[in-house]
């Protein structure tokens, strides 16, 4: 089992900027990948961004140039740094990590940029 704690939402305006974290606990070794997902009132859960253990990164076209995925392995904690904020980026933020086939997911943190 691996544990996911999501912390660091909150209400900003736009232009403003949040971190968002992520510490895993339990089972955790193993895990190469970790994600961010963010899920909008009313539309599906969409893939934010990506880190490898070894440090390499992806990130959605979305948010690229505006948010950072980073993390410290002592103690085992991924960050989003989110710059730039707009309306569209409010959505509550899950992180996510799959180990042997079975997906873990935080409970999620909610971001709110108001228009």
């Known amino acids: 089992q691996v544990q996911l704690v999501e912390s660091g939402g909150g209400l900003v305006q736009p232009g403003g900027s949040l971190r968002l974290s992520c510490p895993a606990s339990g089972n955790i070794g193993g895990i190469n990948y970790t994600r961010w997902y963010r899920q909008a009132p009313g539309k599906q859960r969409e893939w934010v961004a990506t880190?490898?253990?070894?440090?390499?990164?992806n990130y959605a076209d979305s948010v690229k140039g505006r948010f950072t995925i980073s993390r410290d392995n002592t103690p085992n904690t991924v960050f989003l740094q989110m710059n730039s904020l707009k309306p569209e980026d409010t959505a509550v933020y899950y992180c996510n990590v799959t180990k042997w086939g079975a997906d873990y997911w935080g409970q999620g943190t909610q971001v709110s940029v108001p228009s």
């Open positions: 880190i490898h253990s070894g440090g390499s990164t």
